[in-house]
């Protein structure tokens, strides 16, 4: 396997600007998760599914931010208008729901925003 | 509150020597308290997890002790080596946020040959 694949690795856009991030999670994972990574604020859980339906998204930070998973292997996080204060390494991850593994997430290499 | 957070957020240390990375944490309702290891310009990747009723699990190489009296866990490293050198976060599960993980700030980790 792949691994959890995202697109683009890196995305500089001016603000104002919709910027769309993507992620493949690995096949058979029932779990995808979107976070955010900054110096000042760390990394930061803005959503997470379980069988393409949204749990808790209540990291989002506001209206601007949204995101869809239409199915089991594509998953989008759309911020719309962007700003500068958006620029991060947007990261998705992906687990299963075998017995077990409910720590081990699986990191895509990241999507680093550039909002000017 | 809801934080996990380092004590220290650099470490260096010379190859072959052992390191430990600590961490405290504020919240007692976790299930599973857990580290990763993130390597530049990568994602974090999991290295080993402890539940919250054990003091002590032993992985290849790495040790994570859990002190629930103050609070600390930390992990341990044995025979550092350079690949070793990255950001190390501690992260929990458990409680009202069962289904995800909360990560705290990270810790360098700088291994000289």
């Known amino acids: 396997d792949a691994g959890v694949i995202q697109s683009p690795r890196h995305e500089v856009t001016e603000m104002g600007q919709e910027v769309t991030l993507r992620c493949k999670p690995i096949s058979g994972h029932d779990y995808l998760f979107w976070y955010r990574q900054t110096m000042m604020r760390g990394l930061e859980l803005l959503i997470y599914?379980?069988?393409?339906?949204?749990?808790?998204d209540s990291g989002m930070p506001e209206d601007r931010f949204s995101a869809k998973m239409p199915n089991a292997s594509f998953s989008t996080l759309k911020i719309q208008p962007s700003e500068p204060r958006d620029s991060a390494v947007y990261f998705c991850?992906?687990?299963?729901?075998?017995?077990?593994?409910?720590?081990?997430?699986?990191f895509g290499p990241g999507t680093r925003l550039t909002v000017l | 509150g809801e934080s996990v957070g380092l004590h220290l957020p650099t470490l260096s240390v010379q190859e072959g020597d052992n390191s430990i990375i600590n961490c405290a944490y504020s919240?007692?309702?976790?299930?599973?308290f857990i580290w990763y290891k993130q390597e530049s310009g990568k994602g974090p990747q999991f290295i080993i997890d402890i539940r919250s009723n054990m003091d002590k699990r032993q992985g290849q190489r790495v040790t994570v002790l859990l002190n629930k009296t103050v609070k600390h866990l930390s992990l341990q490293i044995a025979a550092t080596q350079p690949g070793d050198s990255a950001v190390y976060f501690c992260a929990r599960r458990g409680g009202t946020s069962y289904g995800k993980l909360t990560f705290g700030q990270g810790t360098i980790l700088t291994v000289h040959p």
């Open positions: 919240n007692s309702a976790s299930d599973y």
């Open positions: 991850a992906s687990r299963t729901e075998r017995e077990g593994s409910y720590n081990e997430q699986f």
């Open positions: 599914f379980n069988n393409n339906v949204p749990i808790d």
